[in-house]
């Protein structure tokens, strides 16, 4: 026996605001179904879980979560920084080292970190 992930569920004082960063994010689609003030909303990943966001009437109160996603971009880790930082996002914290390796920490527009890793390029350029 085993079990399929479904969703991964994030928490948020409004949900569709929230699934539409993380459309832009991740570049999928919101479900059809979901408008402005809807309780929950959907991104749809082609593959894999769906990203669900439910709203929830408290804010966030831990320090840093305790599941997070990585995210890795097709163009390079800095870029996409740039990129995301430009949509909403926040500096968390900054692992980049100097040959080329880490990742950067950023927080959603609701607090939820995730992190920013190399791409497939850059990961391969490296000795």
């Not at 979901?34 to 709203?55: K, M, N, Q, R, Y």
């Not at 997070?68 to 880790?77: I, M």
């Not at 900054?94 to 920013?116: A, H, I, K, S």
Request: glycine residues 8%; aromatic residues 8%.
């Amino acid at each position: 026996m085993s079990a399929k992930p479904q969703h991964i569920t994030f928490s948020s004082l409004d949900a569709y605001e929230l699934a539409t960063f993380w459309s832009k994010v991740t570049g999928y689609p919101l479900a059809d179904d979901d408008f402005p003030g809807d309780p929950e909303a959907s991104v749809l990943a082609p593959t894999g879980p769906i990203l669900l966001f439910v709203t929830v009437p408290d804010k966030k109160t831990a320090l840093r979560n305790r599941v997070h996603l990585d995210v890795q971009p097709d163009t390079t880790r800095d870029d996409e920084v740039a990129r995301l930082l430009g949509i909403g996002a926040t500096l968390v914290d900054d692992q980049r080292r100097p040959d080329g390796r880490g990742w950067v920490v950023l927080g959603d527009p609701e607090g939820n970190e995730f992190c920013v890793e190399r791409s497939a390029a850059e990961k391969a350029a490296m000795p």
